[in-house]
Structures are given as structure tokens and as C-alpha cells.
């Protein structure tokens, strides 16, 4: 892990998996509060749609940020 200082982290395997695990569950997490936020200022409108609508809407805005990652 490099902090663009000069100074160099060696994690192990297990500690960068879990880390890696760890921030796709905070990025999941991300797109379930983008999600109830859209839900929630949907409110203002005569058609409001469901909280698995506005879910899935939140879920197609981040594809491009979790297919990002693997290309990286």
C-alpha cells in the first residue's frame, strides 16, 4: 500500500481480501442509502415509485464505479 509519501505497506493476502471485502460491503451499503435517499425525495412527486424501484435505480448509477474496480 502506497500513501504517495515514499512509504510502502506490505499487507498479507488475508489483510487485502478482507479489506477488499470490507469496502465492497461499504460501497453495497453506499448504494442502499443513495437508494432510500432517492426514496425519500421521491416523496415530492405525484407518482412515487417503491423503495425496490428507487434501489435498483441507485444500483445502475453505481455499475459503472463497481466495474471500475476491476479494471483497476
Known amino acids: 500500500w502506497n500513501f504517495g509519501d ?3 505497506l506490505k ?3 488475508f489483510t487485502g481480501f478482507a479489506m477488499a471485502i ?12 443513495m437508494g432510500r435517499v432517492i426514496w ?6 405525484s407518482r412515487r415509485p417503491s423503495l425496490a424501484h ?3 435505480f441507485a444500483g445502475y ?3 459503472p464505479l463497481f466495474l471500475s474496480g476491476l479494471v483497476a
Open 6 to 8: 515514499g512509504n510502502i
Open 11 to 13: 499487507l498479507s493476502l
Open 22 to 33: 470490507l469496502f465492497y460491503g461499504v460501497m453495497l451499503a453506499g448504494v442502499a442509502i
Open 40 to 45: 425519500w425525495m421521491a416523496r415530492n412527486y
Open 54 to 56: 428507487c434501489m435498483v
Open 61 to 63: 448509477v453505481a455499475t
